[in-house]
């Protein structure tokens, strides 16, 4: 089993553990602690866990990073816990605004804001003549802008890493998926269901259109974001569409607990026929109880 760190403290021979699940994230989520150990003899009321405390789960050389705890509830026998990788006060509502500015100095300004370290990853650098963040949690309002420039975060171990969604996706894959290597029945899922064949970027006077003349789907149109030319219009469109279009193709697997698979890698799946190819990870949920890991993906998408 895992050893849990609890305040910096190894706690693990302290606890009986009912249930442990990490699950790692990338770009919507937060990276998640799920803890459930025995209470039967009240111990947890004399260590009195408190929301912010930190936590962090190591495993064979596997770290989740430091975690908040954001959830306690206690029942007849058991204590639950729930931690994420989001400092506290990330989703604290902001309004601010910056000028001749990029993403990276937004990113970077948002990470120092909160004490984390900032990491880049084939960041574009174009510069915007204004952003405002008017009433939005530091972290969901970075998400946003980074997915406007084809890109995405995560906040993890006390560090913010913002990379570009197709440098990732051109990784090689760290492993191969067998069907055989499933624990649990598969799903995969082709749906034009959340697709659309264009999008438009339109403020005021200024518009771009970007088409994908292979997907299916109507034509989706956006007024919300103030872009100051043609060429800026058509790259958020380009980004919108990529965000909604790669997921044409998703899938949900389970496999024999494997921590060096995470979030943010590419894998291949085998032996399905139809749903074979190269995919990425989106999320990765670790269960220490179950050694049992349940991969959310969507398959590589190279169009654009």
């Known amino acids: 089993m895992a050893q849990i760190y609890y305040e910096g403290k190894d706690i693990t021979s302290d606890v009986e553990i009912s ?31 408190r929301k912010e405390d930190s936590i962090n789960i190591i495993h064979q050389g596997y770290r989740s990073g430091s975690m908040w705890i954001d959830r306690v509830r206690q029942e007849i026998g058991s204590i639950d816990l729930g931690a994420v990788s989001i400092p506290p006060g990330g989703k604290t509502k902001r309004s601010r605004a910056w000028e001749n500015t990029t ?37 969901g309002f970075l998400q946003e802008r980074a997915m406007l420039e084809g890109c995405s975060i995560k906040v993890q171990d006390e560090k913010l890493f913002l990379f570009s969604d197709t440098h990732m996706e051109d990784q090689p894959a760290v492993k191969t998926i067998y069907a055989d290597d499933f624990l649990e029945e598969p799903r995969f899922n082709n749906s034009a269901e959340d697709t659309y064949q264009s999008c438009t ?32 219009s058509q790259r958020f469109a380009k980004n919108i569409l990529r965000n909604h279009n790669k997921k ?16 943010g890698n590419a894998v291949i799946v085998a032996g399905m026929g139809l749903s074979d190819g190269k995919y990425y990870i989106d999320t990765a949920q670790h269960s220490f109880a179950g050694d049992i890991s349940r991969l959310t993906l969507h398959k590589c998408f190279g169009r654009y």
């Open 248 to 263: 044409e193709m998703v899938g949900e697997i389970s496999i024999a607990l494997d921590t060096t698979i995470t979030a």
């Open 201 to 232: 970027v339109a403020w005021r006077s200024v518009g771009g259109t970007f088409s994908d003349q292979e997907a299916s789907g109507p034509a989706l149109n956006i007024g919300t974001y103030p872009v100051s030319s043609s060429g800026e």
């Open 19 to 49: 249930d442990l699940v990490v699950t790692d994230s990338c770009g919507d989520q937060a990276d998640a602690i799920d803890a459930k150990m025995a209470n039967s003899e009240n111990q947890w009321s004399n260590w009195n866990p």
């Open 103 to 139: 993403l990276i100095t937004i990113a970077s300004d948002i990470a120092a804001a909160h004490g984390l370290t900032a990491r880049f990853l084939n960041v574009p650098a174009y510069t915007y003549a204004r952003v405002d963040q008017i009433g939005r949690g530091d972290f």
